[in-house]
């Protein structure tokens, strides 16, 4: 659940972080109408608290995937959660860019294509690592979540067994695993940010 979603989040954060900057006032492709519309979506979905967008977009998850219980059927409602937020991630990241340089390619006849992938990704990358390793750390913690509606998982096992069980000890060795998770995935992001920078 964690890696395929984490996949589907950050391909779709890049394509939102590229729209909201690129047709920003300022920038490449400017189009107030897009930026605004795609704007609020964003702001939309990542004002529902999780569990709610998970119940509510069910039909959706019915329609992509054939099921709403399971952990393929959670895999829908996480990345239409993780996504917006990592956008915001990659256009926070692509803003911090030095105008100087976009500029300096446009000015050798640098395309769009070539600004976005050769220029403020390649500049973004340390600041987008940083950035990434935030949401796939709460990612994991909505995998947890999603788990209390049938998905499976460690949410599901904690759940069940742990904690409907009355059996402490596979609750809180399961909050232990996650605790480990989420300090490898740090570790490994700062790690990585600190080799890019």
């Given at each position: 659940m964690l890696l395929i979603?984490?996949?589907?989040?950050?391909?779709?954060?890049f394509l939102i972080g590229v729209v909201l900057v690129g047709t920003r006032k300022d920038g490449?492709?400017?189009?107030?109408?897009?930026?605004?519309?795609?704007?609020?979506?964003?702001n939309v979905i990542r004002s529902f608290p999780f569990i709610i967008l998970m119940i509510s977009i069910i039909p959706l998850t019915r329609l992509i995937v054939g099921t709403s219980i399971?952990?393929?059927?959670?895999?829908?409602?996480?990345?239409?959660?993780?996504?917006?937020?990592?956008?915001?991630i990659f256009q926070?990241?692509?803003?911090?860019?030095?105008?100087a340089l976009i500029e300096a390619a446009k000015s050798f006849g640098a395309s769009k294509i070539q600004i976005i992938f050769k220029v403020m990704f390649v500049e973004a990358i340390?600041?987008?690592?940083?950035?990434?390793?935030?949401?796939?750390?709460?990612?994991?913690?909505?995998?947890?979540?999603?788990g209390a509606?049938?998905?499976?998982?460690?949410?599901?096992?904690?759940?069940?067994?742990?904690?409907?069980?009355?059996?402490?000890?596979i609750m809180y060795s399961i909050v232990v695993i996650l605790i480990i998770l989420v300090i490898f995935i740090q570790y490994f992001g700062?790690?990585?940010y600190k080799k890019l920078k």
């Amino acid at each position: 659940m964690l890696l395929i979603s984490g996949i589907l989040a950050t391909l779709i954060g890049f394509l939102i972080g590229v729209v909201l900057v690129g047709t920003r006032k300022d920038g490449l492709f400017p189009n107030r109408v897009v930026h605004q519309c795609l704007d609020l979506v964003v702001n939309v979905i990542r004002s529902f608290p999780f569990i709610i967008l998970m119940i509510s977009i069910i039909p959706l998850t019915r329609l992509i995937v054939g099921t709403s219980i399971g952990d393929e059927a959670a895999i829908v409602p996480l990345t239409v959660a993780a996504a917006p937020f990592m956008g915001r991630i990659f256009q926070s990241s692509f803003q911090e860019v030095d105008p100087a340089l976009i500029e300096a390619a446009k000015s050798f006849g640098a395309s769009k294509i070539q600004i976005i992938f050769k220029v403020m990704f390649v500049e973004a990358i340390p600041s987008i690592i940083s950035g990434l390793s935030l949401s796939i750390i709460n990612l994991l913690g909505a995998t947890a979540m999603a788990g209390a509606i049938g998905a499976g998982g460690l949410g599901a096992t904690a759940l069940q067994y742990g904690y409907q069980n009355f059996n402490e000890k596979i609750m809180y060795s399961i909050v232990v695993i996650l605790i480990i998770l989420v300090i490898f995935i740090q570790y490994f992001g700062d790690w990585l940010y600190k080799k890019l920078k």
